[in-house]
Every structure is written in C-alpha cells, then in structure tokens.
C-alpha cells in the first residue's frame, strides 16, 4: 500500500466515531482510524504503519484539522496510548501487533481464527508408512523414476489434516484430489467418511462437479470406491448455511457440519471471512483439503487466504504441493507460455509474445477508437457467438456459452462490460444471425430459489420471460424472470466475474488507459480462462504496466502461520 491514499467519507466518519468514544483523542488516533478502515475497504486485511505513513494523502478540506504522524514511532506509541487500540488479543476497535500493523478488530479475529484452523490439523500424523505406501502404488504408481508431485500432494494429504494443492489450469488438480479421495476411502476401510466437495460460486461448484464425474469416470477406480467418490458440490455459503434474519452460519464454532472430509476447490476466491467461517465450521478432527491457484486474482472481499499460505509455506509447517505439470496445453501452446511470463512480471517479453504471430493460439489487435472499434467489435462478436446465436433450446444455448466469450477489467467506459454488453445486443439481435436467447449473470443471491450471485443462466422471450440455469445434476431448470433476483446481461463479464470458468475463446478488451484494477493477476485470470485460444485487444503499453504491477495484500496471516512471529 505505497500509493496515496484516498480516504472515503465511510473512512472520515469511522475516523470520527473513534476519536469521539476514546478518552485520549489524538490526530494520530484519527489518521490510525482512516487507514484502517481504507486498507479493509481496499482487500487489505490490516495495514502497515510504515507503508501507510508514506502514502498518507496531502491536506484536504476533511483532513487538513488533523495533524498527520510525523513518524512511525511516535505514531506507534501515540496509538499506544489510546483506549481505542489495544495489543493482540484485547477487545479493543483496534489492534496493533508488534509489526506495526494496525487492525479493524473482527480482521484481526479473522486472521486468528485462520491461522488456528490451519495450524491445529496442519500437524503431521504417523500413519501406517507400509500400508500407505501400497496405497499410494495403486493409486499414483510410479512410472519413471522422476518426482511425482500428484503423488507426493497424496501423501502429504493422507499425512495431515490440512493441505494445499496449488496449480495453474490444466494441472491435474481435480483428477488429484479425486485420487486421493479414492485412497482415503480405500484406507478407511468399512468405515464411511462423509466427504464434501464445495466451491466459493455455483459456477465453480457446477465446473467441480462436471470435472469429479469425469474423473471417476476415467481414472480405473475400483467399482466399489467409484460408488463411493461423492459428486455432489455445494456452494460454500449454501454448506454452511446463510441465517437471513439473525445474520451469519447456521454451521459455526457452536454447531458443527457433520464432515470428515472438505474439498474446496477455487480457494483464491474464498476471502479472509468466509475461511475463517468454514474453519470454525469444522470439527477439529476434519481433514480440508484446499485446491486453487494461487496466481489469479484474489477474493474481492478482504485477504488473499491461498497466496498467504502458498507464500509462507517454506517458513511453517502448513503443507502446500504445487503442480507445475500442464496436461491441457503442450509446448506449443501460447497460452501456456504467455500465463508464465505474465507470472513472472516479464513485460516486454510478453508484449514481444503476443506481437510475434508465432503461436496460433493467441491474437493480438491495437485497439482501434470510436465507431471503428464497435464496428470491428460487432463483427468479432457476431462470429464468436454464431454457435449461440443458433441454439435450438436452453440447454444447447448453455452449453454453448462456454464456447466463447467477451472479458473486460472494467464495468464502465467505452471497453467496460456496460458498454461491450450493449454493443452485442445491438449486433445481435436482428439479421440473419440473431440470438434469440440472452445470456444473463445473477448479481444477487436468493437461498430459497438456490440462485447465487455469479450463476449464468439464458433468457428466453419467446415463452413470456424465462431463465434457464444449469442445475446441479447436470439437466437444466426454469424460473420465471419475476421471481429472479438481481441480473444483468452476460455476453461480456469482468474478469473477476469470469472466475471460477473456462471458455474455449476468449476476446480480452483492455482499456487504452492504465487503470487502477488492471494488474500482474488479473491479466493471468483472463488469459487462463481460454482453453483453445484468446484474442486481445489493446494498448500494448498498458498491457505492459499490467503484467509490472503485482497486487499485493497486508496481512499477517503468513507470520501467524509461522509461529506467532510478531504478534505481541
């Protein structure tokens, strides 16, 4: 958090109910406040005193009373000294760890709650090494000799209660874990553990459901262990169950899921909050198993919970296997190498990939402006929706929606979402080659319909306004468009919305201008959506300046799962 920082009202009035509730009210106490509550409202789950002394933003008609800290010691003891601000541990607004990072008291009790779940089943056990090892032989035998990270992610699976089994797309992270679902039961014996299998999205949920049927399918289980792999995925908010009228889970540190065994697949999207609530959720005794990869963006709420592990794992003892092997795209892929230098922050070399002509799975336009870019737009859009355009009922248009689709960083603007979405019902709602269904993406969450916020769906007019979704065991289902919470057309999403999907054909629209949400991650999220090939239109300076700024969170979440380092 090095840049300036730009207080909201919402910062300067949580600012101002602090210093009015203290008994030693002090301009250090104000400026501590606003950061605090800017760093949550950003992602952060704290912020640093340091980083936030250098960013503090010049005199302004709201702030220009307040005297700002004119260093990080005396701001340290000055917030020391207020009611409001309290050490690790105190029931205080604030907490300030020996870090100098300052907290909004339920991030802090989040962070804790984390780190406490992850610790407490991260211990190793001491399994029968002799049975296991003929165990892991039928499940993941070894073929020449070389390192086996599927095999080695089992083992480490079968040996703790908590694991992370990170990887970019393609890796076998699924066809893993459903291996290792499959020794588990094979080592359980006549026992039957209950196994849940959720996700942050039902987007996501439906895709790990697809994949762990494909699996079962496909992997030479042995039929009675096949019978026993579970297909059925629940969203995480629908597993613990969202209390409308008294707020929060009905599954909590009080009421605990009837589970021996958690999968959660996308664990990037998952924020600071909702792990803490799934964690205090589980029996101690519970195994978690987290899939995810801890390249693309992180949640939109609060925390990076899976990049805060994976970064921290060669310090504690949390286990985390990363899966560097692609069987989805081969050496020729574009997609693949070009996912890399992205990661890797190599620029110039990317923007030289992209440029090249050398991969056939990737293309590469400057954006034109004005009418020449709808008019270019409309015609790419036509052909990439052809498919969908021709469906002949709900569930084909379906189906066919993964085929392709328009991505953008941003929702307003000329190349924001708003605007892409009326550029494609324009161009195709009339001629030869109209839609007579439309894509839609539910913004909002509704538990009696089972409908959550990032499901897609298809409109139909011809029958009076309804929606088709996908339902979970696979057909498809009907709900009159009334009864629809919140939704919006989805011929193009945001990248963030996209997450948790795969598209055969991506057209990626950046922006001509830097904007503030373009970064390293967002652009590795919207390249990995494509399976077969993406098109990118944009500035290649920009494009540039995206792979070069990575996101970074504040959070002491990776010194908690160290030992405690720094928390007094």
Not at 428 to 441: E, I, W, Y
Not at 465 to 475: I, L, R
């Amino acid at each position: 958090m090095t840049e300036t920082i730009k207080l909201s009202s919402l910062d300067i009035h949580f600012a101002d109910f602090i210093v009015r509730i203290d008994r030693h009210p002090a301009d250090a106490l104000w400026w501590g406040a606003a950061v605090a509550s800017y760093s949550a409202r950003h992602g952060h789950s704290c912020c640093n005193l340091t980083n936030a002394l250098a960013g503090l933003p010049l005199p302004h008609l709201d702030t220009s009373q307040r005297e700002q800290p004119s260093g990080i010691a005396l701001w340290r003891e000055s917030l020391k000294r207020c009611d409001s601000v309290g050490p690790p541990g105190a029931n205080t607004p604030l907490v300030l760890d020996g870090a100098d990072r300052l907290y909004l008291h339920r991030c802090w009790r989040y962070e804790q709650q984390v780190a406490t779940g992850i610790l407490s089943r991260s211990r190793q056990s001491s399994p029968d090494n002799v049975r296991l090892d003929a165990a892991l032989d039928r499940y993941f035998p070894l073929t020449d000799g070389s390192v086996d990270l599927q095999r080695s992610a089992a083992r480490m699976a079968l040996t703790h209660h908590f694991c992370v089994i990170s990887g970019g797309p393609g890796t076998g992270k699924t066809a893993t874990v459903c291996r290792i679902l499959a020794l588990l039961l094979d080592m359980a014996g006549d026992s039957r553990p209950e196994i849940v299998l959720a996700a942050p999205t039902g987007k996501a949920a439906l895709r790990l459901r697809q994949s762990i049927m494909h699996a079962v399918g496909h992997l030479g289980l042995p039929d009675e262990i096949r019978e026993r792999v579970p297909t059925g995925v629940s969203t995480i908010h629908r597993l613990l169950g969202v209390q409308f009228r008294k707020g929060g889970f009905r599954y909590n540190h009080d009421n605990r899921l009837e589970c021996d065994i958690l999968v959660v697949d996308e664990a990037s999207m998952v924020d600071l909050q909702l792990m803490a609530s799934l964690l205090q959720a589980l029996r101690d005794d519970a195994r978690v198993i987290l899939l995810g990869d801890r390249n693309q963006l992180a949640s939109v709420e609060s925390g990076a919970v899976l990049a805060d592990i994976c970064d921290s794992s060669n310090l504690t003892a949390v286990p985390v296997t990363q899966l560097t092997k692609s069987f989805r795209f081969g050496n020729d892929s574009g997609i693949a190498a070009l996912g890399q230098l992205i990661n890797s922050g190599e620029s110039r070399a990317a923007a030289e990939l992209i440029r090249s002509e050398r991969y056939a799975d990737i293309v590469w336009r400057r954006i034109p402006a004005g009418k020449t870019f709808e008019e270019a737009f409309k015609a790419a859009i036509t052909d990439g929706y052809s498919t969908f355009a021709q469906a002949a009922s709900p569930a084909e248009a379906l189906a066919d929606l993964n085929s392709f689709r328009v991505l953008s960083p941003l929702r307003s603007g000329p190349y924001g979402i708003e605007n892409l979405n009326r550029l494609c019902l324009a161009a195709l709602s009339h001629g030869a080659k109209s839609c007579r269904m439309t894509p839609v993406m539910v913004t909002g969450n509704n538990y009696e319909l089972e409908l959550f916020n990032g499901d897609t769906g298809v409109l139909t007019e011809s029958d009076g306004g309804t929606v088709w979704f996908e339902s979970p065991d696979g057909g498809v289902r009907h709900i009159s468009s009334l009864r629809l919470p919140p939704c919006e057309t989805a011929f193009a999403l945001t990248v963030h919305k996209s997450q948790g999907s795969e598209f055969e054909r991506v057209l990626l629209i950046l922006p001509s201008h830097l904007s503030e949400v373009l970064s390293r991650e967002l652009l590795y999220t919207a390249v990995t959506r494509a399976r077969r090939s993406i098109e990118i239109w944009g500035a290649e300076e920009v494009f540039c300046q995206a792979v070069e700024r990575r996101t970074i969170r504040t959070s002491g979440l990776g010194d908690q799962l160290a030992g405690g380092r720094h928390n007094g």
